[in-house]
């Protein structure tokens, strides 16, 4: 070993002494860690290291002998032939997507498809390098950079110390591509070494190659086995549907109970109730159009942040100074009309049965279901999703997905550890990095503020003046908590910014907790009740005038663009607001959409909404409405699944770009997902209730 240490070292100041300039005058600062590196490696003997040195004799072998070449029939040498394998790792290995300032990128794709063809004396792997880099500590004016192009002219202020350095969410991670000896994708000593000439300034969290990350587990092949069993049943149940139809035989079975079982997983039964273009008269026309709009606007902020994840990662920053921009940027508002449409039928239903049956309110056994009709009705679906999410995603390691700082393999981990907090929906209790099943966490606090409202209905019920009074006391604790929370953290008034990069931390304090998110579900608590109280004759509404209806259309526009709107100069960082400015516009933001959705209910349900009720009452919405649930919980498999189809990382062209060619894909096939789920597994579950 230390002959080959001794050759590899003097094969190194033979290749120096061929160097066409002096490579004493490279700055120190390049310089020095290039030979610690050197060193380190040559001393280094482990598998990994001693398949890079051979790789790398073999390119020193084959540049000496080529530098000798006047004929090409020189380059068949053995020496140039036998380093091909060679070549190919250094060909693949990732490079900038431009040089271009403006494209300036913290992940470096290499060619994926050359990787893998490589026949040699060992195995390779593509493999993406996961670096945190502390660019605080960077003098990038001594290296001869300008930071024009950024926010202020300067890099972002990353909290290193206070945070988690590899968390997937720190945005402050570079990735490069990497054809490398397969013996090094565990190897330590590449962290090590990248620590030391770097002084600490960058620090290799994982190097997270293609490929199954596992081989299929038996959680995997149970979860298949259920999943082919439900799909075997809904065929049996359709053909005996099919049969009975034909032969009259409906009549005869339809008593049965094990019929009646049966059915519930038909096809074709549970398809007419999905598509069907007919509703109840009493329903809320409006709803299933906005829940299939606020789900797209969801769907494209996913969209946006996981193409922002790409190779040319200023971009999705630099996309904030268009200003129409921010109605796809500042998608937060959406969450809210979700939590807003919960609250609005959970009161809606409550006080329709109160006023019907006022015994309902008083019986221990309605209440007692009304527990377990809510659990029932979601968790089937969810549950069976987070396991196909935990089953599938291993399998789905392709380019993207080991190049992106979503990091799969923790989000699988996360679940195998903590699945039962997501069937009690307290999992987003946990850190948002420890959280299974990404987009679980608007479940868990929609069921917790669904736990909580027999508090606000019961009050309301018995007195509206007592109510109405929780109501806004409910409102002021959730304001206090938001002006506390900001100002204990320092936290900014949305999660992503050009200069606050700590999304964590906002959403483990704010984003994610049910008292900063419940005044949009009180609102729809107050808007169901008054619904109610107008359709039964028990509060007499004045039909307001034509001035008076345009004004109030004005204004509720009004305060929907100020939310959207409000923080274009501070999202893009050229403007900076106190912890007090911060925290008013987390609280009234929240007040101030929930109006504007709540009209916009209210002015459809009492025709005052002219063309807006014909657009968003129309029967077509319905089935998107329908299918709204189980399309939110895919679209984020769906999205992993597209973006790990192509061989390279995301790559962000605009927003607009983004939306055409990832969002309306994604939202297609999550329907289409979601049909097949709702047939197979909500529907059926749901008639079982």
């Known amino acids: 070993r230390m002959k080959w240490r001794i050759l590899y070292l003097f094969f190194i100041t033979l290749t120096a002494a061929q160097i066409p300039f002096n490579i004493f005058s490279i700055p120190a600062s390049i310089r020095d860690p290039m030979f610690y590196t050197i060193m380190e490696v040559a001393k280094t003997d482990t598998q990994c290291f001693r398949d890079i040195k051979t790789s ?17 029939d020189c380059f068949r040498d053995e020496k140039i032939t036998n380093a091909s394998y060679a070549l190919k790792m250094l060909a693949s290995t990732g490079h900038p997507h431009s ?3 403006d494209e300036l990128s913290v992940s470096w794709s290499g060619d994926p498809k050359l990787c893998r063809s490589i026949e040699g004396p060992f195995d390779t792997k593509y493999c993406y390098m996961h670096v945190s880099v502390d660019w605080n500590r960077i003098d990038f004016a001594a290296l001869g950079f300008s930071l024009y192009h950024l926010p202020g002219g300067k890099i972002p202020q990353f909290d290193i110390a206070n945070s988690d350095r590899c968390n997937p969410l720190a945005v402050s991670n570079v990735k490069v591509a990497l054809c490398i000896p397969a013996s090094c994708e565990k190897d330590t000593n590449i962290g090590r070494i990248l620590h030391n000439i770097t002084k600490g300034i960058a620090h290799l969290c994982e190097v997270n190659c293609v490929g199954p990350k ?8 149970i979860f298949n086995t259920v999943f082919i ?3 075997c049943l809904a065929i049996v149940a359709s053909l005996f549907d099919y049969y009975a139809t034909n032969k009259d035989l409906e009549v005869q079975w339809k008593h049965r109970t094990g019929w009646k079982v049966l059915m519930t997983f038909s096809v ?3 398809t007419i109730s999905l598509f069907s273009l007919s509703t109840r008269g009493d329903a809320i026309l409006c709803l299933d159009a906005i829940r299939f709009i606020t789900f797209t606007w969801v769907a494209n ?8 994840d790409g190779d040319n990662s200023l971009q999705l920053i630099r996309s904030g100074d268009y200003f129409l921009n921010d109605v796809l940027l500042n998608g937060y508002a959406a969450v809210d009309t979700f939590f807003l449409l919960s609250g609005l039928l959970l009161s809606y239903t409550f006080f329709k049965k109160a006023h019907s049956n006022p015994e309902f309110v008083h019986s221990p056994y309605n209440w007692i279901m009304y527990y377990v009709h809510r659990w029932l009705r979601l968790t089937p679906s969810y549950m069976l999703f987070v396991a196909a999410f935990a089953a599938w995603t291993p399998q789905m390691h392709d380019v993207w997905a080991a190049g992106t700082a979503q990091n799969s393999t923790r989000l699988v981990e996360n679940c195998a550890n903590s699945w039962w907090l997501n069937a009690l929906y307290l999992n987003n209790f946990l850190n948002i990095q420890d959280i299974c099943f990404p987009v679980s966490w608007f479940l868990c606090v929609d069921t917790q503020l669904y736990w909580t409202a027999p508090l606000f209905l019961v009050a309301i019920y018995y007195s509206w003046k007592t109510g109405l009074g929780a109501i806004l006391g409910g409102a002021l604790f959730s304001i206090g908590s938001i002006v506390f929370l900001t100002w204990r953290y320092n936290l900014p008034a949305i999660g992503f910014t050009a ?9 483990n304090h704010l984003y994610v907790k049910p008292w900063t998110r419940c005044i949009p579900y009180l609102a729809g608590i107050v808007c169901g009740y008054f619904i109610v109280q107008i359709r039964k004759n028990a509060m007499k509404l004045r039909i307001p005038k034509r001035w008076e209806l345009i004004v109030y259309w004005l204004v509720s526009t009004a305060l929907g663009l100020t939310v959207v709107f409000a923080v274009y100069n501070y999202g893009r960082g050229y403007s900076d607001w106190s912890i007090t400015e911060r925290a008013l516009y987390g609280s009234f933001a929240r007040i101030g959409w929930s109006m504007a959705v709540a009209w916009v209910v209210f002015a459809c349900t009492f025709d005052w909404a002219g063309p807006v009720k014909y657009l968003l009452e129309h029967p077509l919405w319905y089935p998107l409405g329908r299918l709204s649930y189980c399309a939110f919980l895919a679209h984020l498999f769906v999205l992993h699944y597209i973006l790990n189809l192509g061989d390279r990382p995301a790559h962000l062209v605009s927003l607009l770009h983004t939306y055409l060619t990832l969002s309306i894909p994604v939202v297609f096939v999550s ?12 529907i059926p579950f749901a008639k079982l209730e």
């Open 99 to 101: 040089l271009h300032t």
């Open 301 to 308: 902020g996913h969209s946006d942040l996981y193409a922002g």
């Open 499 to 507: 200069k606050h990069t700590n999304i964590a931390e906002f959403s």
């Open 56 to 72: 790398f004799n073999r390119l020193l072998l084959a540049a000496l002998t080529a530098q000798k070449c006047k004929t090409l």
């Open 214 to 221: 596992a081989e299929p587990s038996s959680f995997f092949y």
């Open 229 to 231: 069993s439900l799909l």
């Open 268 to 270: 074709p039964r549970n």
């Open 671 to 682: 329907y289409v997902v979601a049909y097949v789920w709702s047939c197979l597994v909500e």
